[in-house]
């Protein structure tokens, strides 16, 4: 008898475990982040939530959010900051769009056609910066995203410049919900894969080069091919979000391109704490909701919205470099309660 | 002698730069018109100021300035606010003295408002991230200067509103006929201003103390600490001259370069083409890289067309950078190794 409940027990907790072994080891989220997801997940159905301006700022928040997990892959791993992100998103967005627009191409393909488009070019890039120094990488991809805008801008007879070039979208209704649930589902792939990269032995050598280039060197790790790799994979996800822009907007400018939509998703990806990849979604989200808001809402100071984004970037980087992950870490460490800290902390 | 150094010089790549670039000024003046390379020095001449403040900064500080078109738009936007009141005095009471040196006074007021505000920023930006740590220095820099750079951009927009704000003239009176070419006055005395302010910062750098003391630490930071040279004096002084050189810049092309929120973007990609053909750091090779750019740019917008030179300037720095990573004029600084 005490046997019997002895092993239900067992087998009770054992199933515990087996959901929170998968919640941790299989899709590296901790329960206080998967709680969040859900919240996330049902928010566009319930007021205030469920208008349809609303939606379109969560679609752009987790677009951004997206976004900025890409950078902080290579921003918080390796230590490049590639300063033409946007430059790679623009590159699958038109990629996309023009394949659609001239022969037809359907846009789910065009999404994957963007991403290996563009991730190829950053591969050539990458191949010929990545020798140098990290700042040469940033400036040059900054070039390189300014020629691309200009290119952009100029190539009238293929993208139609600054009138903008129409693409279908990706759904027929006009409601943003059905968007909002593709980009949620895009981000939390976009965070798994470099989850997984990030904790496979690639990952580990990352580490070891953003930390200490030379110590990485001398213990056999070959820093041009691991740098090249990652910063290859990180623009084939901005060129994916790039499609997936393009076809939600159903309208490329090269505005897109710009470089401060770079600056956006930098900031973004710098405040929620570099190395932690899921601080984009916990900080991209809420952020550019809130910033949108105080936009649409204090239209008589234009800019305040951005001031406050710069004061905010320049305070975290002097003051708590490790961002909102390494703010989240100290205070969920302070926790007594072990079931409390295990739902904060997986 | 002397030729057989000249012609060792310049079978270097740099001196190949140097004479394809002289060739390709003398053609395209004689095919296109004398404008073209009057443009291409005025251009040039700031252009070169605006990359000595970037390389100086790098040099020394390690800092990756990105926020250095700002600086530009402070320039030009303080000289907005210091000349219309004294020229608004003159056409009431017309004073030719005053008058000539008017705009010098818009000009000056700028490189001084330039240089406060570069204290300013060495005070409250790079000064406490030194103090709490210098790991990753050159990232973590780069990172606040574009923070800089959006609050500076958006603050302007917030007081002093997004319309483009600008002079028609500085100097009044006729414009002078060289070879039946008019150019305006401002164009010309920008010029030698421009040249005058690069030769006075060269005679600084290169014979004074303080200029010494500055090379001192770009060579090596730690040695110039122990022969007794006031380091954070050296940074906030240097900090302070470069913001200073593009207000300057700034304020002496406002006829040219309206003061709106993002003015500084384009003299600030201009700058940064600069210093990475001259090899980042490099502060002598700047000057002459500022005109090979500014010619650059000159003809690519007389022979493409505008709207190119964003483009055409981008893939040549794409092809040096494969064969010479370190610059046409290469680069001692000893931040640029390492990483």
Known sequence: MNNKIKSMENNITKEKSFFLGFLKNGLHITPAGLLGLIILLVLPNFPPFNQEYMIRWLVMGTFIAAGAIAFDFTGGYIGIVNFGFHAFVGLGGYTSGILAHKIGLSPWLGLFAGGIFAGSVGFVLGVLTLRLRGIYAAVVAWFVGLALMGLATKLVWLTRGPLGLRVDRLFDSPSNKPYYYLIFLIMMIVYLITRKVVNSKIGLAFKAIGQNMEAAKTSGINPFFYRVSNFTISCTIAGFLGGFYAHYYGILTPELLHTTKTVEVLAVAYLAGRASLWGGIAVGIPFVFFTELMRSSLTELPGLNLVFYGLMLVWVMIYYPGGFAMFYDNMTAKIKNVNLRRFFRG | ?339
């Open chain 2, 1 to 339: 002698m002397l030729i057989k150094k000249i012609l060792a010089k310049s079978t270097s790549a740099a001196g190949i730069v140097v004479i394809i670039s002289i060739i390709a000024a003398l053609y395209s003046t004689y095919d296109k018109g004398l404008y073209l390379a009057i443009n291409t020095v005025v251009m040039g001449g700031m252009l070169a100021l605006m990359a000595l403040g970037l390389a100086l900064v790098f040099g020394v500080m390690n800092v990756a300035m990105f926020a250095h078109g700002e600086f530009f738009m402070i320039g030009s936007l303080s000289a907005f606010y210091i000349f219309p009141p004294i020229h608004e005095y003159l056409v009431e009471n017309p004073n030719a003295f005053l008058s000539m040196i008017a705009p010098l006074i818009a000009i000056f007021g700028a490189l001084l408002i330039g240089m406060i505000v570069g204290v300013i920023v060495e005070k409250l930006v790079f000064s406490p991230l030194r103090k709490r740590s210098t790991d990753n220095w050159v990232m973590n820099s780069f990172l606040l200067t574009v923070g800089l750079s959006v609050i500076l951009v958006n603050g302007h927009q917030l007081l002093f509103g997004t319309e483009a704000k600008t002079i028609v003239r500085y100097w009044s009176g006729r414009p002078l006929n060289i070879y039946d070419v008019y150019i305006a006055r401002d164009r010309i005395i920008t010029l030698f201003l421009s040249m005058a302010a690069v030769v006075l910062f060269w005679l600084f750098i290169k014979y004074t103390r303080t200029g010494r003391s500055i090379r001192a630490v770009s060579q090596d930071e730690k040695g110039a600490l122990i022969v007794g040279i006031n380091l954070t004096g050296i940074q906030m002084l240097t900090m302070s001259l470069s913001c200073g050189l593009a207000a300057f810049a700034g304020a002496c092309l406002l006829f040219l370069y309206p003061s709106y929120p993002t003015v500084g973007i384009e003299p600030l990609y201009l700058a940064w083409f600069v210093v990475i053909l001259a090899g980042l750091g490099n502060i002598m090779g700047a000057v002459v890289c500022a005109f090979i750019v500014s010619l650059l740019k000159v003809v690519t917008e007389a022979y493409v067309g505008s709207g190119w030179e964003y483009i055409v300037p981008s893939a040549l720095i794409m092809l040096m950078l494969v064969f010479k990573p370190s610059g046409i004029f290469g680069s001692d600084v000893r931040g640029v190794h390492e990483q």
